[in-house]
């Protein structure tokens, strides 16, 4: 099966009435260089006929209350968001097949994902929206939409909350149902001292090549039975991320490890510890609140790290154990990065959002998409039927958590952290029976 997207027209879409203007100040964790790169996915919708236009026109209206989208980052010198009402960049495509034909994306084709993505011209230099929009049509009045958002302007939540405004307003609703909220100044602000760019490092890749894109599922069944080993063995509950982390990061180890042979294998991946990492929604711990409407980033990263070989010879409790204990953690560390980012007390404190000076293939990122909202969007159709996160790291192995495609049931993993060599074990060793 080949498949041939065409282009039928592409060009900004800006706000239909006129905006305010100036530029609005970012908070420090917006301007994380590491946060500057664009999230991209794919939403699936088995019906949707003329979306574009649909889309397109409910776009220039949510843009007048979501008005920072439509500008752009500059830095004088602190970055900063620029109210140009400039619009984004919107591409209007089709193809000549229906998605049943391409399984509604429930594939691993990263050619067929591109395709669907919106990219910018290339003859425009320093061309660069905060947000990209494709709405490709098929045959069977499905669409997908491709996008591709800054993550300096919204974290996952604040990125849902947009596209459900811009479904809200596809339907005819003239106002959000969640006005939208900047209200940076809550958090705090960047200071010259923190915008110090590091160049990118050079891509990872494992032993034999690149990161192995895989979708793995796990059925209800399956999930039960590892929570209620966990309750019957602590008295606990645990969280369905808690316990497929945990046994996502145990697998990959001993994947990684069971199957090394070579030099280049014995000194990326068995190195003397590995690290879990992940971001935790911290709306919840800001005093005094933040408003509901709040769409930027208000993250605080987590990570668990601990020698490989005690990793690879712990059960699945005992993980599971390490990531409630570091989550457990998270008031108090989030709230004294508050307190000492705030008064700029830096003294022997370790800022928790510093590049770790050793980044390597030894640590791996975990999301979960699940929660965030992007399944409810509606923009007159119904909700997507499939969501299909698109790697935005070249360099950290990661799994991104979400659900298989509707109507199926479960979690889904789509994963890029071990390469071909490795990817028929840690399939094996993550679906062997709990």
């Known amino acids: 099966m080949v498949l041939l997207v065409s282009k039928l027209g592409e060009g900004m879409v800006v706000p239909c009435e006129e905006t305010p203007s100036g530029n609005l100040s970012l908070s420090l964790i917006d301007a994380l260089p590491a946060l500057r790169a664009k999230v991209r996915s794919l939403h699936v919708f088995r019906h949707g006929p003329n979306a574009a236009t649909t889309i397109r026109s409910a776009l220039s209206k949510a843009l007048v209350h979501y008005y920072p989208l439509a500008g752009r980052l500059v830095e004088s010198p602190l970055l900063q968001l620029a109210c140009t009402g400039e619009g984004v960049w919107f591409v209007e495509a089709s193809s000549q ?21 919106p990219q910018p011209p290339h003859e425009k230099d320093g061309f660069d929206p905060l947000v990209l929009v494709q709405v490709t049509q098929f045959t069977c009045r499905g669409f997908v939409m491709g996008l591709a958002f800054s993550h300096c302007l919204c974290d996952g939540m604040g990125a849902a909350q947009f596209l ?60 039960a039975i590892l929570k209620r080993q966990f309750l019957e063995l602590t008295g606990k509950p645990c969280s369905t991320f808690e316990a497929l982390a945990a046994r996502a990061w145990r697998c990959r180890a001993q994947a990684v490890t069971q199957n090394n042979s070579s030099a280049t294998a014995n000194k990326n991946l068995n190195g003397e510890n590995t690290t879990l990492f992940f971001f935790s929604n911290t709306r919840r711990l800001v005093d005094p609140p933040l408003p509901t409407g709040f769409y930027g980033n208000c993250i605080f990263p987590v990570t668990i790290s601990l020698p490989l070989e005690r990793l690879k010879c712990a059960n699945q409790v005992e993980t599971v154990k390490l990531i409630q204990e570091a989550k457990a953690k998270l008031p108090n560390q989030f709230t004294e990065w508050m307190a000492r980012t705030k008064r700029h007390d830096d003294d022997g404190y370790v800022d928790p959002f510093a590049p770790s000076p050793d980044l390597s293939s030894d640590m791996l990122f975990a999301g979960e998409w699940g929660r965030l909202g992007f399944g409810e969007v509606d923009y007159g159709w119904g909700p997507p039927v499939h969501l299909v996160p698109v790697n935005y790291s070249s360099t950290t192995p990661l799994f991104i958590m979400g659900f298989p495609p509707s109507p199926r049931k479960g979690v889904r993993l789509v994963t890029w952290c071990v390469d071909r060599s490795h990817l028929s074990t840690f399939r094996q060793l993550l679906m062997d029976q709990p």
């Open 164 to 223: 459900n405004a811009l479904g809200e307003s596809a339907r005819g609703l003239q106002f959000p149902t969640i006005p939208p909220a900047w209200c940076r100044e809550a958090l705090p602000a960047p200071l010259l001292t923190d915008m110090t760019v590091q160049p990118p490092p050079p891509p990872i890749e494992g032993p034999e090549g690149p990161m192995e894109l895989a979708n793995i599922d796990f059925s209800p069944e399956f999930i």
């Open 97 to 117: 097949c229906n998605l049943e034909a391409i399984d509604y994306l429930d594939n691993e084709i990263l050619e067929w994902r591109l395709q669907l993505l």
